[in-house]
């Protein structure tokens, strides 16, 4: 398993045409639809449309950040995020439509204006966690594609480009490798033939198989395993929250 290095014009392009589908799924949904619950448990679709404008806006902060080198909070405190999310989530489709297009324009902007130098600036996440900038376009394509599938509006994990689905199990399984707080498992993709290997014993215990759309529904807690089968027989492992 490696961890593809990002390449952020690709990325930015790939932005782009995710958003591009989700607004149209969006646009196409009846009104009454935003304030109907979404995957996401306490949240509306209108709470997960809320969030990916304002985790747009987020991002061009530490674009920002990375162009001008002055420190630019991701968000101002975790408070007014989740304030901003609440505020928005119930206003009408067509509100929401607007702000998700100004926010994805904001963010190509503040994309295209960053020198290839400023690629490599290292900004801080809301998390905490130190990133270079040329990372912050596909932590945008993450949060879209997630949250398109987290609106249950037609868009399942089937529905993902299988290069996304690859590189993001590797992200997101890169940090649990050797983890000695985590199951001797191995994951095995039965499309790609990619394995991933868990856990800090030199054998894994138990393989896991699946195409790496069912793989990356586990992994990232959105499905309790359905399409994925264990040799040997056995339940499958609790992993850590990861997304």
């Known amino acids: 398993m490696s961890v593809q290095r990002p390449d952020p014009a690709r990325d930015a392009a790939a932005v782009q045409a995710a958003t591009e589908r989700l607004i149209e799924a969006v646009a196409a949904l009846p009104a009454a639809a935003v304030a109907e619950p979404s995957l996401l448990p306490g949240w509306t679709r209108g709470h997960v449309l809320a969030h990916l404008a304002r985790n747009a806006d987020s991002l061009v902060n530490l674009l920002t950040w990375a162009r001008t080198g002055e420190e630019t909070p991701q968000y101002i405190s975790t408070e007014v995020r989740d304030k901003d999310i609440a505020d928005g989530a119930g206003r009408p489709l067509a509100e929401h439509l607007d702000d998700l297009r100004s926010s994805a324009e904001r963010f190509a902007l503040a994309a295209g204006e960053i020198p290839p130098q400023a690629w490599a600036a290292q900004v801080r996440m809301r998390s905490g966690k130190v990133i270079a900038a040329a990372e912050i376009p596909w932590r945008r394509l993450v949060e879209i594609n997630f949250h398109h599938v987290d609106l249950g509006i037609g868009c399942g994990f089937d529905d993902l480009p299988a290069d996304f689905t690859g590189r993001q199990l590797d992200a997101l399984l890169d940090g649990l ?67």
């Open 177 to 243: 490798s050797g983890h000695e707080g985590v199951a001797a498992v191995r994951l095995h993709d039965t499309g790609s033939g990619s394995t991933w290997d868990l856990g800090a014993a030199t054998e894994p215990e138990l393989t896991v198989s699946g195409t790496g759309n069912a793989l990356l529904a586990w992994v990232s807690g959105r499905a309790k395993g359905d399409g994925l089968t264990a040799v040997p027989d056995h339940p499958l492992p609790v992993l850590p929250p990861l997304i």
